[in-house]
């Protein structure tokens, strides 16, 4: 079946730097992928929207600019985030639909970041 | 807008039990409903999922049916294993607004002791 990968999937970087996380769609064709972002023992928050070839809708309260999202082909999305600090630390899931199965999402294996 | 509404967990049971988690929903359209389960460190992986009204979603002895009347799509399982601790989400997705995102509730805990 149609496969998500995220790399890495555990990074520490030190605070002020930034850091990029990775969202491959292995077998199919991703028209659509979500940015999630998930703090211990709570729901999963939606962060933004990406279309390949487009830029992504951010929800409420995201930073753009802090959280850069890239889509620059159907089977790949990067999240970057820009300057991180401690409050930055969190597991970050990406999820992608598209490919046969038309609008079934499937999510990676998630991200977490640790600040230091 | 759009939300979902779960039990606050963590649900503690004992291997065997019966389980039940609830689950309702408020839509502006016609949502299909799903279950996701999160594993310790890992990410989410759908359990089941429904995609219209008086609809049963099953898998792995899990089972969840798609009530419309009372917007409710609550997860049971006949008896549960350790295995099945896990975090348990329940989410929709309205296509008819035009978007394809999932809206999750803030998940369920759930912990089966030997």
């Known amino acids: 079946g149609a496969v998500v990968s995220q790399h890495p999937s555990r990074v520490i970087c030190k605070s002020g730097t930034s850091v990029k996380i990775e969202c491959r769609s292995l077998?199919?064709?991703?028209?659509?992928m979500f940015w999630y972002r998930q703090f211990p023992k709570q729901s999963l928050m939606l962060m933004a929207t990406?279309?390949?070839?487009?830029?992504?809708?951010?929800e409420q309260g995201v930073e753009k600019d802090k959280f850069l999202i890239n889509h620059a082909s159907l089977t790949l999305s990067t999240l970057t985030v820009t300057s991180a600090h401690p409050e930055d630390s969190s597991f970050y899931i990406c999820?992608?639909?598209?490919?046969?199965?038309?609008?079934?999402?499937?999510f990676g294996e998630g991200s977490w970041l640790t600040v230091v | 807008g759009n939300s979902v509404t779960q039990m606050e967990g963590p649900v503690t049971l004992s291997e065997e039990a019966f389980l039940t988690i609830n689950c309702t929903y408020t839509?502006?359209?016609?949502?299909?409903l799903f279950w996701y389960v999160q594993y310790p460190g890992e990410g989410l992986q759908l359990l089941l999922k429904?995609?219209?009204?008086?609809d049963k979603g099953s898998n792995k002895g899990f089972e969840a049916t798609y009530r419309k009347e009372t917007t409710s799509f609550h997860l049971e399982k006949g008896s549960v294993q350790v295995s099945d601790s896990a975090v348990y989400f329940c989410?929709?997705?309205?296509?008819?607004?035009?978007?394809?995102?999932?809206?999750f509730g803030t998940g369920t805990r759930l912990l089966v002791s030997p």
């Open positions: 989410a929709l997705r309205d296509l008819n607004t035009g978007f394809q995102k999932l809206v």
């Open positions: 077998d199919f064709q991703a028209t659509t």
């Open positions: 999820s992608a639909s598209g490919g046969r199965s038309g609008n079934t999402i499937y």
């Open positions: 839509a502006t359209g016609y949502p299909s």
């Open positions: 990406s279309n390949e070839g487009s830029k992504a809708t951010y």
């Open positions: 429904a995609t219209k009204a008086d």
